[in-house]
């Protein structure tokens, strides 16, 4: 018979925190499948093939030969090795090994970035709309987000005259997204620029988060937002941080078996 012990309270924080419904949604639609629905997923971006077969392989090959014990916490040596040369080949950026930390999903490189800098009540600037979860990462930490409405006159993304208005004697960085979820668009090189110098004037931290890189379907001369996403943040400076996804990169981008070989 299992007891019944009294339950002890959340965190006081866990107030802030909503869910993220896009799984909820998901939960759901995946029983409808299982009643034999037929469902056109657009709540989750997923690739819509399985695996591709050098990845099984290479996973099964590492597998076999018993390299299954804990790695360096920041990532074995040859990905971060690797990681490196696609930063020089992509995009021209020298990036050393050493800078490169990989994690178990882009949310995790989010979480450390973000608890390597705010204390609490520190605040973190974010465009709104903007990626859902990000708020919460920082109530997590126990930073305020402090939201930026951002519209189509700017992009759907922060300029440098938002965030000088929006920035505080708290405030401690900013976190913007190109190409942005949900909107798609993308910043500018020149405004990109603008952003890191008015954020870096201020003593606080540019985040950016590059998982969508190539993943922009206007015309090569006339992208999504004016933008281009062969450009990466790193080419501006050493000192901002950027976020990278394999996943969102190359499997919905379907450049896996490129890159692998
Ligand atoms: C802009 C953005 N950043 C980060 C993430 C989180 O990615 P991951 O699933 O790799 O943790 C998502 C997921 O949808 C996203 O849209």
């Not at 099984?56 to 390299?67: M, V």
């Amino acid at each position: 018979m299992s007891r019944h012990l009294p339950q002890p309270a959340p965190a006081r924080r866990m107030a802030d925190i909503a869910p993220f419904h896009v799984m909820e949604l998901l939960t759901r639609a995946r029983q409808l499948e299982a009643e034999g629905r037929s469902i056109i997923h657009m709540e989750v971006g997923e690739p819509d093939f399985p695996t591709p077969p050098a990845v099984i392989e290479a996973a099964e090959a590492f597998i076999r030969q018993g390299q299954v014990f804990y790695t360096p916490a920041l990532g074995i040596p040859p990905l971060r090795e690797a990681i490196s040369r696609f930063y020089a080949e992509r995009y021209g950026v020298n990036v050393s090994p050493e800078r490169i930390a990989v994690t178990a999903g882009s949310s995790g490189a989010l979480l450390l970035a973000l608890a390597a800098l705010l204390n609490p009540g520190d605040e973190l600037l974010l465009p709104d709309p903007g990626y859902p979860c990000n708020r919460h990462f920082v109530r997590t930490l126990e930073g305020a987000p402090r939201a930026m409405a951002v519209g189509p006159e700017t992009n759907y993304q922060p300029t440098a005259e938002q965030v000088a208005q929006h920035w505080t004697p708290r405030s401690k960085g900013l976190l913007v997204a190109s190409p942005a979820n949900p909107t798609g668009t993308l910043i500018e090189t020149a405004s990109m620029v603008e952003l890191a110098d008015c954020v870096a004037k201020r003593g606080g931290a540019l985040l950016v988060d590059e998982i969508y890189h190539g993943l922009t379907y206007a015309p090569k001369d006339v992208p999504l937002g004016g933008g281009r996403d062969t450009d990466t943040a790193l080419a501006l400076s050493d000192e901002i941080f950027v976020i990278n996804s394999f996943s969102t990169c190359f499997l919905l981008s379907k450049k896996l078996d490129r890159f692998l070989q």
